[in-house]
């Protein structure tokens, strides 16, 4: 055994290390469902800046009406307004794809039956069309 600094040498009683090929940054990139899964992930981020940005506002207005106007010209910015469309884009990726697990993580019986997933997911659909109108009402009226 040489204690010469040899690359395969770790050590007594220790294996060669066998060769590990690099992987790539943007391995995920590679197959349509990794990529997919990155990007439902990545989505939170985006989450948690669409609840900063609802805090920021409440703060505004709790401050009174010239700090409310000074929110509104900052958000009417063309990056945070860039921002915040794609945040929507990721917001809606997040909501599907949590809606279409809902029937995993969910088992809803009535009686002895099991409603089938499409019943589970479409019942959550339906709640997020029926909040949306409500909402939209609530807005624009």
């Given at each position: ?23 790539s940054i943007l391995w995920w990139l ?112």
């Amino acid at each position: 055994m040489s204690t010469r600094g040899d690359a395969a040498y770790q050590g007594p009683g220790s294996q060669p290390r066998t060769y590990r090929r690099p992987v790539s940054i943007l391995w995920w990139l590679h197959k349509r469902s990794y990529a997919f899964f990155v990007l439902r992930e990545l989505s939170a981020v985006f989450v948690a800046w669409a609840v900063v940005l609802v805090l920021l506002l409440v703060r505004a207005v709790a401050l009174g009406e010239a700090e409310y106007r000074g929110f509104l010209d900052w958000a009417g910015t063309p990056w945070v307004v860039v921002l915040d469309v794609v945040t929507l884009a990721f917001l809606v990726l997040h909501a599907v794809t949590w809606f279409n697990l809902t029937p995993a993580a969910m088992v809803v019986r009535v009686g002895s039956r099991r409603l089938p997933p499409a019943a589970v997911a479409g019942g959550a659909y339906a709640a997020w069309v029926v909040v949306s109108a409500l909402v939209a009402w609530l807005v624009m009226r």
